[in-house]
């Protein structure tokens, strides 16, 4: 299991590790169980019979979307519980028995492909490790599908060969690390080259190698998709924490 879930990371697939914490019987279930869920659905592992591992799946597909972790409790005749963090599921089947499962989604961290070996190449894979980012070298063709970010800091070599790739690759931040009269030079010459930030990274007066790498992630983290913010309190709901 856990050789799968190493190559899993290796091949940035998103998964849920499900791992059962406590079992009543008469589930076939017992704590330490394991079972890996993937984005279609497939169960590798052993979580319980057909109503757990069904309950499991639903649960873990949900997770994958928004990112989170939490405990399910399969149990008969129940269909909420109080605790924070706890989901708790009806186990339909004859057989009974309860039986708790962690379930850990495990999303790969944002892609940032670098072409280039300089100095601000090796500075930006340095700052985007340190900042989480899964940083991968980029040679002339095409970015992973699920890249986040693409910069270009080649002093030239292949640079408009790359930057078509990520066009083309529809890749959310593209950078080109070059002076403002030769960045737009290049990107003149590529159609949709308007998406091509440069020079790249936020204006700080970034004068170093790892400056220069601080200013991009900055940009990058700048701007990605942001949650929606969580709704105000309506009049009731500030009513009712006012009794207490």
Do not use: W
């Amino acid at each position: 299991m856990t050789g799968r879930a190493e190559r899993l990371r290796g091949e940035r697939t998103p998964y849920v590790l499900a791992t059962v914490v406590r079992a009543e019987r008469p589930t076939s279930a017992r704590a330490g169980d394991r079972a890996l869920v993937l984005p279609d659905g497939t169960m590798e592992g052993f979580v319980g019979g057909h109503c757990a591992e069904s309950a499991v799946r639903d649960q873990a597909l949900r997770l994958l979307a928004s990112g989170e972790s939490t405990l399910l409790r399969i149990t008969p005749g129940a269909e909420s519980d109080p605790l924070d963090g706890l989901v708790t599921v009806s186990n339909p089947c004859l057989s009974g028995g309860t039986v708790d499962v962690f379930l850990e989604a495990v999303i790969p961290p944002a892609l940032l492909h670098v072409h280039g070996d300089g100095p601000v190449a090796r500075a930006l894979a340095d700052v985007g490790r340190a900042a989480g980012f899964d940083v991968r070298p980029m040679a002339a063709g095409p970015p992973l599908p699920d890249a986040a970010a693409v910069v270009v800091a080649a002093h030239g070599r292949d640079e408009e060969t790359v930057l078509r790739a990520a066009l083309d690759a529809g890749v959310p931040y593209i950078g080109l690390i070059a002076s403002r009269k030769r960045g737009s030079s290049v990107v003149s010459a590529l159609d949709g080259g308007e998406r091509v930030r440069t020079p790249a990274g936020l204006d700080i007066g970034a004068r170093t190698a790892p400056e220069i790498a601080l200013s991009v992630l900055a940009e990058i983290l700048s701007l990605r998709p942001r949650p929606a913010p969580a709704p105000e309190p309506g009049p009731a709901a500030e009513t009712e924490g006012c009794r207490h």
